[in-house]
């Protein structure tokens, strides 16, 4: 829809100019000579309406500008004003090439040129603001048609970079949280394993105890995985400090712990444990604190009551740079979590070489700025009852105040009278929000709010041609407000129609409103006497916008239609039978082209929320599924080798030290995948897998036989088969009681199309549990989407021996992969999934 208005409107403005020139009866030397400059002009402006010239150079700009300006001014020597519809063009052109502020006086000046030639003419002084007025309308027109119709095609081209960038923003998010949950959990486990590790052989019942707080921390990291796809968990600062004081106190600090706080609200407190997590982590890495402590108390200052919480630590390694509030992970995120509850965070290190952490943040929500839902803890999302631009505007204006004089009645100021009036104006048209535009799209050409005013001037300067139309026709005062009123009226019902979407109204509400356009459109009639330029182009408009398909074009032309009859009803001149028409048709179509556009570009902006979110769902979805892959597998292990260990200890110390060793490497290794989930994939070996997963279940007691017989396979083919292993040892721990289980990895030959056949078998099925299925949720039907992208597939099913086999079978080359597949780096890390 886009190019074809513009053109129809461009070619319409030429039409207009050719019947102008030849009602002049030119010569043909004259013709042929006006025949070349209008091909010349109207070339010259298709290419700088639909060719971007913004992205010239320079020079290239400067010239063909000075071409059409040439072409443009040259013809008036032999013309005369029968020319003049051609100085539009080169108005708009000025504001579609030149940047910088120097464009509207060009453009002013563009337009004004047609006023000497006017002049030399005789023309009387409503002649020359009809001329002047008309050019610069013109102008506009083509300004904004062209533009419009450009920023629509950036828009549609910057929906992959918008959902890029929503995608990012959420991996910032997801890599936050994984830091400030996973990584303090898990690195409680590993420092808890160093410690059993050293405590056995010889104090196997304490050893045992920390074994039980390994347990704890593990099943609760398997939760946060859980919590870190999906959102937030609110978190108890009680609790978090217990756990930080038993993981200290594992560590050997000395720690004095003291919580003196009220019933805060869950999202206060989520953000306060927060804190406390991240800070007791900072101690475990990067300190060797001998002593700590923690102090949560609440300060009170009349209604402002805050709460302080407090955390110090010794041993700071001097030779270490001091972590600064605003730096990246650890305490930059908690910055930026504590301004969403208006709380601030110090940090620094005092003379005696402690290093004190303080938070401090209301205990109330009075107040506290809006922030994007994302940011908050579900339970924490405030609605926003006033929207943002009201309280913009209410904020720079006096509010209403009781009058002493009046009693309790309210006093308004004109001021703030003025400001609502243009708060429930911005209400009713489609502003796009600000900051909504895309960093690739030409924002000099038009603001985020600037299609709907540029829109306003178009039809108010069409309605001022028309009352200048009018008053040259001098049908007295009263027959002058007359028109004025229905004008007034037709302009109003024209801007409903343009910005209230009227095709999603009932039908006797289009209607109605057609009809009373219809009404004040042509009741003029009765008392000017003769139709005026664009006489029923508001209307004509207003059809198409208001009345769908087929039957809106039908109605449109029976509309510019009626103009003819009734110009020969009125006697009017035979040249107007052909300007008469044509005019209403083009303003009728520049007036919907306006609309639409600027519509579309209010509603794209809005979509762009939209394309964002889809974009956003799909990354989480990726990370539910990585988070369920890698750190699934990882903290399960953890958990079988710490039930493991703890029913070990204390009849088998040393076997107990072992599987404290094998905790150690997956804990290591889990933090690792903290990092990868975040940042994209990491490339995994089947055969170190393979010897992983022998390992958990040999653990659990089951006999597990290994046959892993393959070539070297390309990074992302074996990382996804490595996923596939991973996925089904997991669900042998957590849905079988198995006793035996076997893995083997083989080529098979087939001519030139090898496949590599991965099959995980085992018993101890529970025939009571659905049989799980290869389109499910997560799971088995995470692997066959991985799977898709490598043109493999999944099969699994129960035997009659009550065996499950799972195979994955996959070429061993990338030829031919489907257009699922995203890449080999994509697979590796150095680019996301595929958006949207």
Not at 218 to 239: E, F, I, K, P
Not at 468 to 492: E, Q, R, S, Y
Not at 515 to 523: D, G, I, M, S
Not at 638 to 654: G, M
Request: proline letters at 6%.
């Amino acid at each position: 829809m886009v190019l074809p208005i513009t053109v129809v409107m461009l070619a319409g403005f030429a039409l207009t100019t050719i019947m102008n020139v030849l009602m002049t009866g030119p010569d043909a030397a004259r013709l042929a000579g006006f025949a070349v400059c209008l091909t010349l002009v109207f070339t010259l402006q298709l290419a700088h309406s639909l060719a971007g010239p913004r992205h010239w150079r320079a020079g290239t700009r400067a010239t063909t500008l000075t071409l059409q300006a040439l072409a443009t001014y040259l013809p008036f020597w032999w013309l005369g004003s029968a020319w003049g519809g051609m100085i539009g063009f080169l108005a708009g052109s000025a504001l579609l090439s030149v940047t910088g502020p120097a464009r509207w006086p060009l453009y002013v000046a563009g337009g004004a040129g047609i006023l000497p030639v006017l002049a030399s003419e005789g023309v009387p002084p409503v002649g020359l603001a009809y001329g002047t007025g008309f050019a610069l309308l013109t102008g506009l027109v083509v300004y904004g048609m062209s533009s419009l119709s450009t920023l629509v095609a950036e828009l549609y081209a910057a929906r992959g970079k918008l959902a890029r960038m929503a995608v990012t923003r959420e991996r910032l998010r997801v890599a936050r949280d994984l830091h400030d949950l996973l990584g303090y959990s898990l690195s409680a486990i590993t420092l808890k394993s160093e410690l059993t590790h050293r405590l056995l052989p010889a104090h196997p019942h304490r050893a045992r105890d920390e074994i039980t707080d390994i347990l704890t921390v593990a099943r609760q990291a398997l939760s946060d995985v859980r919590t870190v796809a999906n959102g937030y968990r609110t978190m108890s600062l009680t609790t978090e400090a217990d756990s930080a004081t038993s993981v200290l106190t594992a560590a050997d600090i000395d720690v004095t712990t003291t919580i003196t706080t009220p019933d805060l609200p869950p999202h206060i407190e989520t953000v306060l444990a927060t804190v406390l997590r991240e800070a007791v982590t900072n101690i475990l890495r990067h300190s060797k604190a001998q002593h700590a402590t923690i102090h949560a108390t609440l300060h009170t200052n009349g209604h402002n009551d805050t709460i302080h919480l407090h955390i110090a630590n010794d041993g700071v390694d001097p030779t270490e740079t001091t972590p600064t509030v605003n730096g990246g992970n650890g305490l930059g995120n908690l910055t930026t979590r504590l301004r969403t509850i208006n709380g601030h965070l110090t940090a620094g290190i005092d003379t005696d070489g402690w290093f004190h952490l303080t938070a401090q943040a209301p205990t109330t929500t009075t107040g506290h700025r809006p922030v994007p839902e994302r940011e908050l803890p579900p339970d924490a999302i405030v609605p926003r009852l006033v929207p943002r631009l009201a309280q913009r505007a209410l904020s720079r204006g006096p509010a209403p105040r009781a009058d002493p004089a009046d009693g309790a009645a309210p006093r308004v100021s004109p001021l703030w009278r003025l400001r609502s009036a243009r708060h429930r104006l911005k209400q009713m048209l489609p502003f796009p929000r600000a900051g909504m535009v895309p960093d690739d799209v030409d924002t000099d050409l038009w603001g985020p709010r600037q299609p709907i005013p540029v829109t306003l001037v178009v039809l108010a300067g069409y309605a001022a041609i028309m009352l200048i139309n009018v008053i040259d026709a001098a049908p007295g005062t009263a027959g002058l407000l007359g028109f004025a009123a229905c004008l007034a009226a037709d302009l109003g019902l024209q801007l409903v129609h343009s910005f209230r979407g009227p095709r999603s109204w009932s039908r006797g509400a289009r209607v109605f409103s057609l009809c009373a356009q219809a009404l004040v459109c042509y009741l003029p009639l009765l008392w000017v006497g003769r139709p005026w330029g664009s006489m029923v182009g508001f209307l004509a408009g207003s059809v198409l916008l208001v009345v769908p398909g087929g039957a809106g074009w039908a109605l449109y032309a029976a509309v510019v239609g009626s103009v003819v009859p009734l110009a020969m009803a009125l006697g009017a001149e035979p040249r107007y039978l052909v300007y008469l028409p044509v005019s209403s048709l083009l303003t009728g179509m520049i007036v919907y082209g306006m609309s639409s556009l600027s519509t579309l570009v209010a509603e794209l902006y809005a979509a762009r929320g939209k394309l964002a979110r889809m974009a956003v769902t799909r990354e989480r979805l990726r990370v539910a599924r990585d988070l369920h892959d890698l750190l699934g597998y990882s903290l399960s292990a953890i958990t079988l080798k710490s039930e493991l260990t703890h029913r070990l200890l204390p009849a088998h110390p040393h076997r107990a030290r072992d599987e404290i060793t094998d905790i150690l490497t997956v804990a290591r290794q889990a933090l690792s995948d903290v990092r990868t989930v975040a940042n994209g994939y990491r490339t995994m070996s089947l055969t170190t897998e393979a010897d992983s997963a022998t390992s958990v279940l040999t653990a659990a007691d089951i006999d597990v036989t290994t046959t892993i017989t393959t070539p070297d396979l390309p990074p992302h083919i074996e990382t996804v088969l490595a996923t596939v292993l991973r996925e089904a040892v997991t669900n042998i721990l957590r849905h079988s009681k198995a006793q035996h289980a076997t893995i083997h990895a083989t080529i098979h030959t087939n001519g030139h199309n090898d496949t590599i056949h991965l099959h995980i078998a085992n018993d101890g099925v529970d025939p009571t549990e659905t049989t799980p299925t290869v389109n499910g949720g997560n799971g088995l039907g995470n692997l066959t989407t991985r799977l898709r992208t490598i043109n493999g597939h999944l099969t699994a099913g129960i035997d009659t021996d009550g065996w499950f086999h799972l195979t994955a079978q996959a070429p061993t080359t990338t030829t031919g992969l489907g257009e699922d597949y995203p890449g080999e780096h994509a697979a590796m890390g150095s680019a996301g999934p595929p958006v949207p």
